[in-house]
Nanobody, 125 residues
Framework: QVQLVESGGGLVQAGGSLRLSCAASGRAFSSYTMGWFRQAPGKEREFVAAINWSTGSTYYADSVKGRFTISRDNAKNTVYLQMNGLKPEDTAIYYC??????????????????WGQGTQVTVFS
């Protein structure tokens, strides 16, 4: 079974940077798309970014485009989310997720079947 373990969250001042990691195990992920989602207090979980593990192609939510970068390290079976230019509105629990590849890009929560436990990111002004 797929196991996803996030790390790297923390407290950062607005304008700062953080890098989140998602260690993936339990499967060969070459046929998977990996995603990052986030959930702020009182809000629904929302899509942040996704990467096709095999091709390295990426897809971003408009709210983070140009500030966040998703990448993967095949040797370490790890997906990263580099977050630059952080804003207080980026404060949320960030979740790593996985799904088998399909046509097009998936940004719905229900499109991803495996989830990590989340890591808290807090941005203060």
């Amino acid at each position: 079974q797929v196991q996803l373990v996030e790390s790297g969250g923390g407290l950062v001042q607005a304008g700062g940077s953080l890098r989140l990691s998602c260690a993936a195990s339990g499967r060969a992920f070459s046929s998977y798309t990996m995603g990052w989602f986030r959930q702020a207090p009182g809000k629904e979980r929302e899509f942040v970014a996704a990467i096709n593990w095999s091709t390295g192609s990426t897809y971003y939510a408009d709210s983070v485009k140009g500030r966040f970068t998703i990448s993967r390290d095949n040797a370490k079976n790890t997906v990263y989310l580099q977050m630059n230019g952080l804003k207080p509105e980026d404060t949320a629990i960030y979740y790593c997720a996985a799904r088998l590849d399909g046509p097009g890009w998936e940004s719905r929560v229900q499109g991803f079947g495996d989830w990590g436990q989340g890591t808290q990111v807090t941005v203060f002004s």
